[in-house]
């Protein structure tokens, strides 16, 4: 009988601080927990290359911190007399040069493609096991090492640092609600924000995600996502945020459902401006080039109404 009760006892227990270590990941403050931006950070590495007439400069900054932030510079060649707006780009996973290559007369904008700091294929067998406590740090500073870049990108003598644009596409559209929030209690400005077939909690997108097998591992990994990552849940952040705003969706995405995509769109702040594309989730192939560029064509004639870029 005192077995018993000794065995019960210490069940009351574990799932008493199970249920504690669940409302704290899940309700504490963002900001408490997300890495901050760090200023002043010194260049480490810079490639350049020419490429259809623009100067494509990679930057690597280096962070004791937030590790090594990588990211590539579009800029016009010759440059302008004059400062230029900034164009802060998170694409899908991948280097930030890939994530802009597809932006094309850009005029005397800058264009920042952000690397991502974790690997294209960061899930599946031993690797993800044995590397997660590495990935989950470098997935929770993924806003702080942006707005580092922005801070950097902002001091430079080109920059015209009262016009900043955040561009998030698919994965970035779901990261840039955290970036913006770091950002913005950082003292910096984002004035226009597009946030294009993004969706929301994360737990809804790993459920439905076609490319996560077996089916019946999906559940369980939502659950643990969205409790692990809740700090950067872009619902989280978005009702904080101020600026202008851009939503573009996919009417038949089969990535991001309607439900996810309805979460994201009610919960962006006004101004805000909601464009609907026919067709599937956006992409690079060749099959999905077409709509690539009405997306790029509608986002370029957003910025330049609301004059958060220079026209061409």
Known sequence: MRFRAVLLLIAMLLASGTAGADYWLRYRDPLLVLPRPEHGLSVVGTEKHLENGRMIEHVVLHSVELGNIGFAINLPDPMPQRKMPILVVLGGLGTGENNIRYLTDCGNNAIIGYDWPVPVHFYGG????????????????????VASAIDWAS?????????ISLLGFSLGAVASPAVQD????DGQHIGWTILAYGGAPFGDLIATSPHLKPIWIRPILAASIDLLLGPLQPTRHLAHLSGHFLILEGRDDSLVTQAARERLRDAVPEPKTVVSFDGDHMGIGPDKMALLQQIIAVSRKWLLQEGAIDPV
């Open 126 to 145: 031993g690797w993800s096991t044995t590397h997660l406590p590495a990935v989950y740090k470098r997935v929770v500073g993924i806003p702080a090492q």
């Open 182 to 185: 770091i950002v913005e209690h």
């Open 155 to 163: 001091t430079q003598p080109w920059a015209d640092g009262q016009r």
